[in-house]
């Protein structure tokens, strides 16, 4: 590490001693003021952290004003002219501009990147990034294929960088109390959790034309087919093509499925999806209504589908909560008033060691995801959104998808991570690359 990034590191310390994003590294693990570098010490005049912003429209611009409490945005990517001239007015004149990210991710003064491109291009971006030795705040979904995600779960581990997935519910003091009364036996013996998504876009044949002289359409469609520019293919409706996405399944899936998950605290081994696909040439191609049912290992079984009030229902032996953006209620909930949690309730995983057995104490709030990133960046822990849990909660969401497609019920074997006795199926766990723009 060169002397600038670790002068870089120090000014994270310096601004995490001010309390406003001092939260959990680690779901139950605190790191207090105490804790942190240089905590005992007057703040030095440091280099501050440099950022670089890769993919500038919608989500992506929100997370780069989002990481800029934290340092300065030196560096800014977009395939589109039109965003990232205006990204580089929002964030003033002096970050670098390029339109390959590869440009961005060679600078030396850029030591975090946020990436909020489409959903194809993330895996490959992040790897690049970890091996470029930059830490990494990823929006969801974190892959467009199963293998992509064992792939990246190994280099994480091997380039040992910092990696947050941007499934922000995980930070949300709703969805987090909701997980741990699940897991205390608030409700009982957890038996079924109904998830909702909503629906997936759908759409008439759309035209093929000419790309708009500002977008790179090339770059944009990186390791997908090369396919005649329509533009609902591009920026927020890419998430109702397959060849990009997966629809609702992995957009408010890699939210919902993953608390769901998160809860049960076990992996599936049996799907069964059922879809209406649509038919119409050059038109969206995830399907019209779906709904997918999941057998866990532990027993418990997880409904998934399109239609109902949108949001996570749990249901125990002796009760039944639900929590959504807006809420959480039931019983349950009603009757902390009067029992509260205490700290002996609560389960507390290491998730740098899953092997050692959770241990009692209360799990801490973290005050914003955004600030756990960078928080873990100094303390180079482990995220509360990594990339394993975030790599099991999409491959949830990909078995839903790959069921629907294929019109039949699978078998999943979660610790090898492949389908039982199904050649067919498994060809399913990657997708071919365009050259020139492969993984390595």
């Given at each position: ?23 959990t ?18 703040p ?5 952290i ?37 990204a ?13 990210y ?22 490959k ?5 970890c ?14 294929t199963i ?30 109390l ?10 009982g ?5 109904d ?14 034309r ?18 005649p520019y ?12 397959y060849?990009?996405?997966g ?16 809860a ?44 109902g009030?949108?949001?996570i ?13 807006g ?36 799990l ?7 600030g ?21 909660t ?47």
């Open positions: 590490m060169s002397n600038s990034s670790l002068s870089r590191r120090t000014f994270i310390a310096s601004t995490l001693a001010g309390g406003s994003v001092l939260g590294s680690l779901p139950g693990v605190f790191l207090s003021p105490q804790t942190a570098v240089g905590q005992d010490k007057p030095q005049k440091v280099e501050r440099g950022i670089g912003a890769i993919g500038l429209r919608y989500q992506g611009s929100v997370i780069a004003n989002k990481a800029q409490l934290y340092g300065d945005i030196v560096a800014v990517c977009d395939v589109d002219r039109n965003v990232r001239d205006q580089k007015a929002a964030f003033g004149s002096t970050p670098h501009s390029s339109e390959d590869r440009e961005l991710l060679a600078r030396k003064d850029v030591d975090v990147v946020t990436i909020g491109s489409p959903d194809h291009w993330h895996t971006m992040v790897i690049d990034a091996r470029a030795g930059k830490d990494v705040y990823c929006e969801k979904p974190l892959t467009l293998d992509e995600g064992k792939l990246l779960t190994r280099v994480v581990k091997e380039t040992g960088r910092v990696v947050q997935v941007g499934s922000w519910q995980r930070s949300d003091d709703r969805f987090r909701a997980v741990e009364m699940v897991r205390s036996g608030r409700i013996k957890l038996q079924k959790v998830v909702v998504l909503g629906k997936n876009g759908t759409s008439g044949s759309l035209v093929p000419n790309p708009p002289t500002h977008l790179n359409w090339n770059l944009w469609q990186g390791q997908t087919p090369n396919v329509i533009e609902e293919r591009s920026h927020y409706t890419f998430r109702w093509w060849e990009y996405s629809g609702q399944m992995t957009d408010w899936g890699a939210h919902h499925i993953d608390i769901a998950q998160w049960i605290d076990s992996y599936p081994v049996e799907i069964n999806g059922a879809a209406t696909m649509p038919t119409v040439a050059n038109g969206y191609n995830v399907a019209i209504d779906f709904n997918v049912t999941y057998k866990y290992a532990n027993g418990v079984m997880m409904t998934v589908g399109d239609t009030d949108n949001g229902l749990f249901t125990g032996d002796a009760g039944r909560l639900f929590v959504n953006r809420k959480i209620a039931g019983a349950p909930v009603d009757a902390l008033k009067t029992n509260p949690l205490s700290r002996e309730d609560w389960k507390v995983y290491d998730y740098d060691n899953l092997e050692r057995p959770p241990r009692a104490g209360k801490d709030a973290i005050v914003n995801h955004m756990n990133f960078f928080d873990c960046v100094q303390s180079r822990r482990t995220p509360v959104s990594d990339v394993v849990g975030s790599h099991r999409v491959s949830t969401c990909h078995l839903g998808n790959i069921s629907m497609r294929l019109g039949r019920p699978l078998k999943w074997e979660p610790n090898q991570e492949e389908f039982i006795d199904d050649k067919e199926a498994n060809t399913w766990l990657k997708r071919d690359q365009r050259k020139g723009f492969e993984t390595v």
